[in-house]
């Protein structure tokens, strides 16, 4: 798969993947060795301190676990390396917030994962009106399934979406038409080609979620929590009540 095509060939770009052996990061890596991409990765199990500024890496993608997402953000800003950072930035409006101040000071290029939006369905429109998503699949780490779904929950606009981790295999809807993990997997590969357009001298495109996305995405987490927060305490059932215990923290 070619990227580029004038400024840099694909065997002159270095990209850091920091969380490289995470489920996140293998599919990057893969994604990146099969375009390639020379990857360097960056193993956080061995050791939680980076150092790109030798390493030659015209980029980085963040795929840690979320509550060390604002670390390496501010490290990246620092450094004036551009990256992509998986969905969600942060598990609260506040440090989305911080985060933005980041990049905004750095005056570096920043991007969130925005693979829906590279999906069949996104390509037809996310941003017209509002869209009926079903989505079933395992809690996959975050804390909360509705930071898992952050990326849907901000396209579906005014529309609730249906969001259950009670699932035995992964399954979505999108106004009724059916995305499959196949078409997951190539929504990364795309919204990545789409990305490393800016180390040929060209723009990404629309797709492409900024840090101001990322700060409208948390708002709208925030608006869907205290909405089930409003229906729990209506709710005589303890258990359903601390079931959203987890999540208070972005209230604040």
């Known amino acids: 798969m ?53 390493s030659g890496a015209v980029g980085a993608i963040i ?17 004036q390396v551009p990256f992509l950072c998986e969905k969600p930035v942060c598990l609260s409006v506040g440090d989305t917030e911080r985060a933005w101040e980041f990049v905004q000071q750095a005056g570096v ?24 998503i ?14 898992d779904c952050c990326q849907l929950v901000y396209l579906a606009k ?12 992964f399954s979505c809807t999108i106004d009724g038409e059916e995305i499959s993990l196949l078409d997951i997997e190539e929504s990364y590969s795309l919204m990545l080609m789409d990305w490393l357009r800016q180390f040929c001298g060209k723009h990404v495109s629309d797709n492409m979620w900024d840090f101001d996305d990322a700060v409208s995405m948390a708002l709208a987490v925030q608006k869907r ?16 009540s601390e079931s959203f215990t987890r999540s208070k923290s972005i209230l604040s």
């Open 2 to 54: 070619s990227v580029c095509k004038d400024n840099l060939t694909p065997n002159s770009i270095k990209i850091a993947i920091i969380g490289s052996k995470g489920i996140m990061g293998q599919r990057y890596c893969k994604i990146l060795n099969r375009a390639g991409i020379e990857v360097l990765e960056y193993d956080l199990k061995i050791s939680k301190d980076i150092n790109l500024r030798a």
């Open 63 to 79: 795929c840690t676990p979320t509550d060390t997402h604002l670390v390496y953000i501010e490290q990246l800003c620092e450094l």
């Open 109 to 132: 290029n920043a991007h969130v994962v925005s693979n829906w939006r590279y999906t069949r369905h996104g390509f037809m429109g996310w941003d017209t009106g509002s869209h009926e």
């Open 134 to 147: 079903n989505y079933k699949h395992f809690h996959s780490g975050n804390d909360g399934l509705l930071w």
């Open 158 to 169: 005014d529309h609730r979406p249906t969001l259950s981790s009670e699932a035995d295999q």
């Open 225 to 240: 929590i205290k909405e089930e927060f409003a229906e729990a305490s209506k709710e005589t059932s303890t258990e359903t």
